[in-house]
């Protein structure tokens, strides 16, 4: 066949076979929606247009971030230089960038200043040292009877109210013993003992609404509680003896008692007396409770894994926690918290020659334990103690000789305001025959109460603050 022959039979021939297929009055689709081109089993798409499915689709317009001027850092916008913040995007500044001079660099309309340096009208200038508090002026007020027979105090409510113990004028005896007492506007109440107790009795803790708590009997002491005059015995924990350390606002009571085995920590409320566990989480270990704040965080020292004394938190929630210690092989304790829960108290840094521990106070918050240090004027006062502190996070206690005993060779009672270590016999005027041995308590003004020695004698006082 000729060649045109055969390419016209051809084409005749695929004529009648799409014929033979069939239509339709529907359109044909359009490759990738007319935007782009299908490669394999997806499109290509045109530029601003991306792929959904088999389609090509306007894409959705990129995110410029803070309008394309700057950087976001966290919720804000450190813009360049010439531009600041308006509703999250970088826009031209109306004031020219700060110089902020050779110690940083203007972001913006602020400097990022060098560290060290802080931004002041513009420019970087250098930090300025943190405020101490400065000690402010007191009054001393004695506490005891005006005969002079020897007090000593050991805790104070925000109104001023003192409780610890008083050589009494009631109970007889050579010397007369010690009583526990109640002390408020220059009014001193012997609170008396238990039934069946020896002549002795303490008080350790006082609230707002003067009950107070303490000890009765010196040989198997029994814990009470005091209020308008009527002491009650608040048993124990299956032991013998009790000692109640503290109480707050809402009339909860902690301290330590006997189970018969070991003295353990305890939470008194509503009548009943709970023991508090310890870090070891044995039942058959040392644990103290020293101090409650109004939350009802409670804190002491019990045993850790180790068996090595360590300071403790009990939660209001019922968790215990490790404070820690300012050496981790030795031992500490904690002797006060407040309400933001900031804990103080003391804990072992080295030793002596003779192989004596070595105490320095101690602040923890936040998960942080730190020393307080020692007095430098009194080289010889080697040991520290934070016995309480205030809302305001003033922290009292005294450096000593002897840790525990500050009746004997050298001591000072002290205060740290911002962890500066004052002398509060710095306060005192000349001449006025006391020493201020140890301050044990500061209430949410300012005023401090602690045992000093005045003219010879052990006497309780209170510094109130002007």
Known sequence: ??????????????????????????????????????????????????ADGL???????????????????????????????????????????????????????????????????GTCVPEPPPVIPELPAYTLVPIGYPSGTGSHAQAMNDAGQVVGNVRSAVVGG????LIAYHWSGDTLTELGTLPGSNAFSRAYGINASGVVVGESDNDAPRAFRWEAGALTDLGTLGGATAVATDINDSGVIVGSASTGTASRAFRWEAGAMTDLGSL????TTLARA?????????????????????????TREGTRVNLGALDVTRASQAHDVNDAGMVVGSAVVGATSGG??????????DGTIRSLGTLPSLPGAIHSEAKGLNAEGWVVGYVGQF??????????????????????????????GWTLLSAEDINARGDITGLGRFNGTLTAYKLVRQ
């Open 1 to 50: 066949m000729h060649l045109r022959t055969l390419h016209l039979a051809l084409l005749a021939a695929t004529a009648i076979l799409l014929g033979g297929c069939g239509s339709s009055d529907d359109p044909e689709p359009v490759e990738c929606g007319g935007y782009g081109y299908l490669h394999g089993d997806h499109c290509h798409c045109d530029e601003g247009y991306e």
């Open 55 to 121: 389609t090509c689709v306007p894409a959705e317009e990129p995110v410029v971030e803070c309008g394309g001027h700057g950087h976001l850092h966290d919720d804000h916008c450190h813009c360049d230089a010439g531009y600041v913040e308006q509703d999250g995007t970088c826009v031209p500044g109306e004031e020219p960038a700060p110089d902020c001079g050779e110690h940083g660099h203007a972001h913006g309309d602020h400097c990022h200043c060098d560290e060290g340096y802080v931004e002041q009208d």
């Open 174 to 177: 050579t010397p007369p013993p």
């Open 280 to 283: 070891d989480g044995l039942s």
């Open 290 to 314: 020293w101090s409650i704040n109004a939350h009802g965080d409670v804190v002491g020292y019990s045993k850790n894994a180790q068996g090595v004394t360590r300071a403790t938190l009990w």
């Open 356 to 365: 004596s521990p070595i105490y320095n106070a101690f602040v923890w918050s």
């Open 403 to 432: 840790y525990g005993n500050t009746t004997l060779g050298t001591a000072s009672a002290v205060a740290w305001l911002g962890e500066q270590i004052h002398d509060l016999n710095s306060v005192l005027p000349a001449g006025s």
